[in-house]
DNA sequence: TTGTAAGCGTTATCAA
DNA sequence: TTGATAACGCTTACAA
């Protein structure tokens, strides 16, 4: 039934070899005679042995780990961007240990600790709960994404840039009122910068600019009911002027879309809408939305770079571990669609 | 710089205990006294220890490790799966290597080597790549999630009564023609049971209905298309009959439903539509959608507690494992929006 | 209640 | 090119 695993000493047995020599056919195989190599090979598959990383892992103290907290997985952007993540394996061959964060920090702590006691090589973080000067004394490489990051390496996405975008899109389509919907982040949240690059350009070229900062709630419920007020407001506000849009994401574009559609059939010509992050919602809208696109695989691609260059020197004999943190940006992407001209 | 991490060894030195009495102040607390214990304690503060779960494994073979393959994680259904696995980390404890599939056969297989190399004590598999007997053959308890499963556990939504609730709803909505897409599935494959129960469910009430199998594509442009001429068919086979669509996902659902907002402004009464997954975009949609919802987190929080039990039974002195696969079945939720009456 | 000693399956260090 | 032996950090009999 539960036939014992065959290990390296069984297979030494086997092949008349030392233990030494068996490790060695996996780690350096010509380090051994061809012959050799074959005598074990073949022992291989009469034995049928199957690999144990464990004790290679106790001996070696390389686990190939990498732990990943992320806050959730229901939205596009976290989802993706751990599916982005996880291809890595085939590059890096990091195998990842996830948690999804429920945003307690006490909570969130203790998911670093059972990482750890795992022997984790190295840490993306996207939650952003716990202080990056609290990530960085861990001990071990970490990088933030889209996250505070003073303390640690990060990969965010260009987010003034992306400010910058798209006010200039939105003064393309000719509004006579550009206005920028968005939480009331701190300025250490990298998406701050979009609110600081949507404001420059339009001061730069004198637009007319109005700045919502709100919380539009948590639920998909109390996102509508926010939004309506929103439009409302708007409406009262400027009832003349082309309104030029800039939501904070695509989900809350396209709820706006779609209280528009209602109340009018259409987009109606006074009203540009532009989103952010090209999630799918904004292909499959009711109109397909103009956004400013994250890179989310060049994103990710870029964090494990990142990480694993720093586990790589880790591993050196006299390692030199990097004296300030690295901040890598990938510039968004501006995808016109039919919401703007 | 880089201190030598705290073992047993150091904190028996430490306390002028034994390795033995320091590993069960950990294990079995109770069996030292309670001054001791204190001791150990303090030991620990003072010494900074770190628990490292590696050496616990080799020596004693329980890794807490579950794998997890899944094909992708941009479908919300597998992303939310997802999801609701890894929050189970809270009631077992089991830690998760997560593997997204690529869906080619030798890769997945490739995955599955390394999960066991790291000893996992069990695998969720929601990819449907490799055939259930070969998952059952490699000597851990696995659960399948809808996938074939004749040769493993499996959790499935009850794909047949999500096919009679469809009909039946449509049925309600008084529609003259009920047309079910979806694509041409084996049997073996779950999701079949829907094109069963609904076929099953048009006869047993001498409903008209039209069974459409095809292949709608994998991008969303080949969606598009695929459905913009399914719609071109409908219009011209049943010009004045009140079509009640029952759509294979509620992403196919809503791209249907934009198709007739554009060529109608608005969802005409001679169609009603129904989707399958509850997905937020059937929420989201630009008129909220009705759909037989999966429910996802009672199928992870079934699968997780099918496979806990089947691993802690392994590891019991005299274990009894399963004679037969267990299958367990989740009803689908009707969830009714503005698409049906 | 505590300790001794032998593992668990590899890798690393010497030595041959 | 190969082997003997000692780690790696913890658990688990068995003894005391």
Known sequence: MTKKKVTFADIAAYTNFSKTTISRYFNDPDSLTLENQQKIAQALVDLDYKENKIGRILASGKTEFVGILIPNLYMHFYSEMLNQILSTYETYGYKFLVFAGNSKADVERKYIKELLAYNIEGMIVLSPTIPSSELAACGIPVVGIEREDQYI????????????????????????????????????????????????????????????????????????????????????????????????????TNVLLNLLFQKYGKLPESYRLLGFDNSPISREAVIPTSTVGQQISVIAGTAMELLSSMMEERKKRRPEPLKEPVHKIIPPELIRRQTTD
């Open 153 to 252: 390496c990060s990969v965010n996405t260009d987010n003034y840039l992306g400010g910058v975008q798209a006010a200039s899109l939105l003064k393309e389509s000719s509004c006579g009122i550009l206005i920028h919907v968005n939480a009331d982040l701190p300025d250490t949240a990298p998406a701050s910068g979009r609110i600081r690059g949507f404001v420059d350009t339009c001061e730069k070229f004198h637009l007319p600019y109005d700045l919502i900062l709100t919380d539009l709630g948590n639920t998909f419920e109390e996102n509508r009911a926010g939004i309506l007020k929103l439009l409302e407001t708007l409406e009262q506000k400027y009832p003349n002027e082309k309104k030029g849009i800039f939501m904070p994401n695509d989900t809350h």
